[in-house]
């Protein structure tokens, strides 16, 4: 009697096993160049399923499992860069240890749902017999999860929940609000009254039904909320124009070429926008065009002011700048009549083990995954006024919120976002990171035009709305429209810190309540 009992535990783990990695794939075929975003509705309601009743040990694994295999698949394209990019460009280590960096990193990162299994195992048997602390300690805890995933050093945030609602024009203005935060409640909100539908009832009809329901109101709202959204421009728009240059230098051709070949490509570049549009007032490079600091190359800049004042265009030069022992991934600007302005804006969130290396001592053995050099951070939300206040975000500061509200509590009326991309080979890699700023765009309610050197360049209204983007792995100068005038201020950049104090105050008090429960 004994071994069958433990036969039929077994099945019944073997099973939710099963369906987590099942809960995880539907989820990662949510997002962005992946599949529909309505899968993201439903599909975490399948781990909470598998999850409830569990111990906390099986919690952790299952959790870990559904991590691992949703980070494996919606972070793929990784995998060509560690394997094939980096290796040709530096020729530091042989393809076999990049596909181990790759599995490393998805493992680590299963690691933050293994956290998510351990507590929801616990939440899930201390309130079993009360549905509404059921209710508010999920939501709880899948915000206190992505509260871990944004603490530093390693601060990696890409792929969360709301990532899917890109799509979803109309739902996305909540984020004007409560930023990426408040999407994912939304999120969490409609796969846990699933969950707790389905505990209830254990009837898979019944649970249908409301997932039809609760899914079809949800396409309601948003469909009613995106028809009433304003127009990008109006008949009186007085607008900047500006030329974002879609280079597509390989990163090889990047490290062997010299600054004076790189200058000769943003003259014949210059040239190009003055026959195409000669009104053009910025002309925007994509990050790092240049790996030196141009401040050493004296004949550069002059060569680059020269461009300016010929052009009448306000040169946007991403470099890597040099202030005494310090190496920051930069963007200055050469103005038409001042030249080189002394001011320049550093990067202020650096991409782990390629800028920087997180927890030094742990993962020293991964120091060879840097590029040329590590760098340093910056510290200070530069703008440039050129009518308005732009301002300049660099690569995957775009997946960074907190960047865009210093930014925008500094003044900034637009943004651009000068990115490599260089060594994505898919397109998913690029339509998910040109993607994250239809997000920001809303947050701040702010124009953002996207520059990258791979591509995707484009241009996204302030509710979301994508209005241009270029073809992907060509060379092209894309030219846009910014309205000139300043614009709205939300509500979300000036309570972006108090979020997470809610955060963790809202996941202190459900684990204070389930303790004081004794079964």
């Known amino acids: 009697m004994r071994e069958r009992t433990i036969k039929e535990t077994t099945m019944k783990f073997g099973k939710k096993f099963l369906f987590s990695m099942i809960s995880a794939v539907l989820l990662a ?38 991590g691992t295999v949703y980070f494996t698949i919606c972070f793929w394209w990784i995998l060509p860069t560690f394997v094939r990019e980096i290796p040709k460009t530096f020729n530091k280590f042989p393809p076999i240890v990049g596909l181990f960096v790759f599995l490393l990193a998805v ?46 050093p390693l601060k990696f945030i890409g792929f969360r929940f709301s990532d899917a609602l890109f799509e979803a024009t109309g739902l996305l203005q909540l984020a004007s609000i409560g930023g990426s935060q408040l999407l994912l409640i939304l999120i969490a909100i409609t796969n846990t009254l699933i969950f707790i539908s389905y505990k209830r009832h ?35 728009t007085e607008t900047i124009k500006v030329a974002g240059v879609q280079t597509m230098i390989t990163p090889l051709n990047k490290y062997r070429a010299s600054p004076e070949e790189k200058m000769i490509k943003i003259e014949e570049f210059t040239a190009q926008v003055e026959a195409e549009q000669p009104d053009t007032e910025l002309f ?9 600091d141009v401040n050493t190359y004296p004949d550069i800049i002059r060569s680059l002011e020269d461009v300016a004042e010929k052009t009448n ?71 440039l006024d050129i009518g308005i206040k732009a301002a300049f975000p660099i690569c995957f500061e775009a997946y960074f919120p907190n960047v865009f509200a210093t930014l925008k509590k500094a003044g900034a009326d637009m943004y651009c976002v000068v990115t490599n991309d260089g060594y994505f080979t898919h397109k998913t890699a690029l339509e998910q990171h040109f993607r994250q700023l239809q997000i920001r765009a809303v947050e701040t309610r702010s124009w953002m035009c996207h ?69």
């Not at 048997?125 to 805890?141: M, T, V």
């Not at 254990?202 to 396409?219: A, D, E, F, P």
């Open 29 to 66: 075929f949510s997002m962005p160049a992946m599949g529909t975003y309505v899968l993201v509705w439903f599909s975490f309601s399948i781990l909470m399923v598998c999850l409830d009743g569990q111990k906390k040990r099986r919690g952790f694994l299952l959790g870990f499992i559904f």
């Open 284 to 292: 925007v490079l994509p990050e790092a065009y240049f790996i030196e």
């Open 313 to 383: 265009m306000t040169v946007v030069l991403p470099h890597v700048y040099t202030l005494k022992e310090e190496r920051y991934n930069a963007v200055q600007f050469v103005d038409p009549k001042e030249g080189l302005l002394g001011m320049y804006y550093a990067k202020m969130e650096l991409n782990p083990f390629s800028e920087y290396l997180p927890f030094e001592k742990l993962f020293q053995f991964l120091s060879f995954l840097k590029f040329k050099n590590y760098l340093d951070h910056g510290t200070e939300p530069v703008t």
């Open 202 to 236: 254990h009837s898979i009809r019944r649970t249908m039904v409301l997932t039809t329901s609760l899914v079809l109101g949800i396409y309601c709202i948003n469909f009613i909320i995106g028809t009433v959204l304003p127009e990008s421009y109006t008949e009186q």
């Open 451 to 519: 520059v990258s050197n791979n591509g995707i360049t484009g241009l996204i209204d302030p509710y979301g709305r994508i209005l241009q983007e270029s073809e992907p792995f060509v060379s092209s100068i894309s030219y846009f429209d910014i309205p000139a005038a300043k614009t709205s201020e939300t509500i979300y950049p000036y309570i972006y810190d108090y979020l997470y104090l809610f955060t963790l105050a809202f996941f202190s008090v459900m684990v204070v309540l389930a303790l004081l429960i004794r079964k």
């Open 107 to 152: 493992g680590f990162l299963g690691f933050y749902f293994g956290i998510y299994g351990f507590f929801f195992a616990f939440f899930s048997k201390k309130f079993e017999k009360s549905s509404g602390l059921l209710f508010l300690s999920s939501i709880a805890l899948i915000l206190f999860v992505e509260y871990l995933r944004s603490l530093p």
